[in-house]
C-alpha cells in the first residue's frame, strides 16, 4: 500500500519489552524514528536503569504519516517527547500536559537558505516547514519580523530544497542541516539563521511530557522513569562512543536510512544543546523564562490564544 | 663501500664498462620512457573509450525505459484533462496506464483537498499491480496526507514535469521492499488553478541488476547516486539510501571525492582518478538525462593497466639483465684487450726497480698497446746502453778524481807549508796560504833563505787544471835552481821565461812576481813579470806598489825584465796575491776588488803575517757567500823586522 512508502523510515516498533511480572509496564514514544536524538533514553533501557526503578519500558517510534502527539493523545503510550512551543500549542488547544523532564536547554531550530542569503532577507519567501508541528518558532519569527514566510508544509526529508522546490528551510541543527551537508550541498555561515543565537527566540526545546491525567494516576512512576532517563542522557555525555553503538543497533533494527557519520554529528549536536547557556551544565530543568517568552511569543504571533504559565507545566 | 670504490678507481676495464653500460642505460631509460609514457596513455584513451562506451550504453538503456514511462505519463495526461469532472473515471485510466505498460509498478492522479467535493478531503485514485492483477483504491486519508509528500509537492511547487528521488518502497504484507522512483507532472484546471499530480511509479529493481552488471574490468563496480548524492546503486548494499558520496568527506576533508560528487550532480561527463581504500582507481561517470541523477563505473587502476604493467616489468626485466650481461661481456673484452698492457706494467715495474735485464711481453698487435710495448723496449734498450755508459764514465772519473786528488797532493807538498818557515829567524814573519779552484791549481808561491837573503816569489799560470799545475811545477822548479848567489831576480825571470817559452805550443803563460830580501840591510830586489802589484803597509795604511809591469812568462823569449828595488822593507809589511783575491767573484758577479783589499788590509793594526792572510780569506770568503771560486786563491805576507 503507498502509505508505507514513506522514504526508507517504515518499521515501527524498537526495542524488546522487558516483561517483568514485578514491574511497571511503560510505554514511552520519542517524537521521531530511530536516531541519536534519543540516545539517553535507549542507554537507559539498554544500561538498566529503567529496570532499577521498576519500570518496564517499551520504547515505540511512530511513522513518518503519523504525527507523534497522536499517540499520547490517544493514550496509546505514556510518555512521549515535545518541543517547549509544540507542547504550549497543544496545551492551547485543551490537552493538559505536564513536563516531567526537559532535555533541551538551547533551540536547535534554524533556517538554511538555498539561494545564499540572510533568511531574514527572503521577505515572502517559500520556506519548507514540517507539517507535523515543531515549526512554532520559525513561524513566531516570520511573523514577528514581519517576513511574511510562504510555508511549504512537508512529510519529510530535504529533497524539495536539493530539487530547488522551495527558497529556504526550516531545519533542525542536528538533523536536516547535516543531511544536506551529506548531500553535497554547500551551505555558507550567512545562509543559515540559528535561533538559538538570536536575542528573544532561544527557547529550549525537547522535553517529556505526560498528561496530566497519566501524570496524576502514579506521579511516582512518572518521576523514577525521568529519573533514570536522566540518568541515560548523563551515562551518554559520559560514554559518547559506547551511546553511539547502541544508538546504530536501535537504527539498524528500524532500517532507518542514515550512518554512523550522521548519528554521531547528531549526537555531538544534541548533548552540546543540553548544556545551558547561562551555566554550561546540562541542568535538565525546564527554565520559567524561556516558558514565558515562548507564550509571550507563540500568543503575539496568533498561534496560541492564551498565555501558559510555567507552573502549569509542572507536575507539582 | 670505500673498497668498492677503490676497486673501480684502479681499474680500467670497470671503468670502462660501467661508462658503457650506463650510457647505453640512458638511452634504454629515454627510449622505454617515451614508450611507457605514449603506450600509457594510449591504454589510458582506450580504457576512457571502452567505459565512455559502456556508460553510453547503460545510460542509453535506462533512458529508453524512463522514456516509456514519460511518454505513458504524457498519453495519460489529456485523459485526465477530459475527466476533470469525473473523479470515477481517474480509476479507469490509472489502472488502464498500468495494463498497457507492464514496466509501471504504480500509478495515482491525486488532488488538491476538497478538488470533488463529493470526495470531501482527500481523493488520489491509486492503481497498483497485487499479485499479478492491477487493483485500484482511494488512498489519501488522514493518516495519509498526501499531499504533504514529495512526489505530490514537487511538481506542484516546480510546476513542471520531474522524477522524484528514489526512495525505498516497503509493502509489509508481502515482505518486499524496493527502489521505486516517480514521474510526476502537474494538473492544473482551465483557469491555472493547480488542481492535483500525476504520478507514474516505475520500480528501479531492474535498474540496479542492470548496472550491478556493468563490469568493463574484472573488479571494476559501478554506482548510482541520486540529485542528493545518495547511493541509488552500490556493492555494497549497506550503503544504499543511507550514505551518500559525500558521506566520507564529512568526518575527514577528501577534496577529490567531494570534487568527484559535485561533478556528477552538477550532470556533467568526466573521469577522475581518485585513491579509495588505498588503491587508485579511475572513475567514469555521466548522467541520466533529466533525473539528476549520475552513473559511475569505478576501475581499479590495476586492472586498467595491468598487462601494461606486467608487459613494463617484462621489458624492465629484459633491460636490466641485459644491461648486466653487457657489463659482464664488455668488462671481459676490455679486460682482455688490456691484459698485455697489465703485463707491460708489471715488467715495466720490475725494470724500475733495478731489473735491466727482465723482458717486455712479446708482441705482434699493431694497436696502440702494441706500440706502445715496441717503445718501451726501445726505451729500455737505451736504458741499459746509457747505464753501461754511465758506469764506466763513473768508473774512470772517480779514477781521474784518485788521480787529482794526489796531484794536489803532490802539487801542495811542492810548496813550502810549514810555519814559521824559519823557526830561529825571529826578524822574519813570513805566511802564505793557496787555495786552488779546482783539484790542482795554477798559482805557485816558494821562498827560500840563501845567504842571508831570503828569495820569493808568487806566480799565476794561463789556465787551471792539470796543464796549469805541471806549468807551475816547472816553474817552481826553475825558480829553485836558477835563484843564486849573484842572480837578480830580473835574471830569475829571464831564464824562467827562456825556458818556458821555448816549444811553448800550448801558449801557455805565467805572471810572477819575483822577490830577493837583503835581511841585513832591508833591500829588497824584485821583478815584476805581468803579476798584481803587491800591497805595502806603512804606517798602518796599506797601498799598492808601483813598478814596472813587464810581461808574462812564456810571451815573449826575448823579453828584457828589468829590476827594482826598495831600500829598506824592513817594518813594512807586504801582501803578494794572485788575482783569486781580488777578482773574486760572489753570486752577483760582482768583484771583491782593489779597494775592498785595502780596506780589509786597513781596518786593523798589523799583527803577523798569518793573522793578515786569514783576515783577508776569511773577507774573501765572506764576499763570495757560497759562490764558486773562478780562480786559485793564494797569498804570501812578508814581514821583515828590525832587530
Redesign the interface.
Known sequence: ?????I??L?LVLLGVPKVLSAQDRFVFVPQWTAQAQFAGYYAALEQGFYQEEGLDVTILHPRS??TPDSYILGGRCDATTLPLMQALELIDHGAQFVNILQTSMNSGTIIISRLGKDPREQHGA?IGIW?AGHGQLARCFSYQERLDYNW????T????F?????DATVAMSYNEY?HL????VTIGEESVLRFEDMMGYNIQEEGVYMTLAGYRRNPARAERFARASRRGWEWVAEHPDEALDIVMRYVEDGHV???R??Q??MLAEVLRLQLDSASGEREFRLRPDMVEQASRLMQGSGLIRRSVQFNSLMPR | MKALYDKIRSSLSARLSIWVVSFTALIFLAALGYMFIESRQAVRREAMRRAGQVLDNTVLRVNGILDDVTIAADNLDWLVYRNMDNSEAMFDLTRNLLLNNPDVSGCSISFEPDFFKERGQYFSAYAYRKDGSVLTEQEGSDRYQYFYMDWYLLPKLLNQPCWTEPYLDIDVEQDWSGLVTSYCKPLTTLDGTYAGSLSVDVSLSWLSEMISKVKPYENSYSVMIGRGGAYLVHPDTTKLLRQTIFTETLESPKPEISELGHAMLRGESGMRQIRIDGKDNYVFFEPVTETGWSVAIVCPERDIFGSFNRLRRIILGIVVAGLLLMFFFCFRVVSHGLDPLRRLVRQTHLISTGRFDESLPATTRMDEIGQLTRSFGEMQTSLVSYIAELTASTANRERIQGELRIAREIQMAMVPRVFPPFPERHDLDLYAAMTPAKEVGGDLYDYFLLNEKLYFCIGDVSGKGIPGSLLMAVSRNLFRVVARPGITPARIARQINETVSAENEQMMFMTMFIGRIDLKTGRMDYCNCGHNPPVLIEDGKPRFLDLKPNTPLGVCEDWVFEDEHIADVRGLPMLFYTDGLNEAENLTHAQFGNDRLLEVLGQSPFVSAQETVERLVHAVTAFVDGAEASDDLTLLCIKIKPL
Open positions: 500500500m503507498r502509505f508505507l512508502r522514504l526508507s517504515a504519516s503519523q517559500r507539517r511549504v508544509p512537508l512529510a526529508s530535504v529533497n524539495l536539493i530539487a530547488g522546490a522551495i547535516f551537508l551529506q548531500a553535497g536510512a542514515t550512518n557519520v550522521m554521531k554529528m
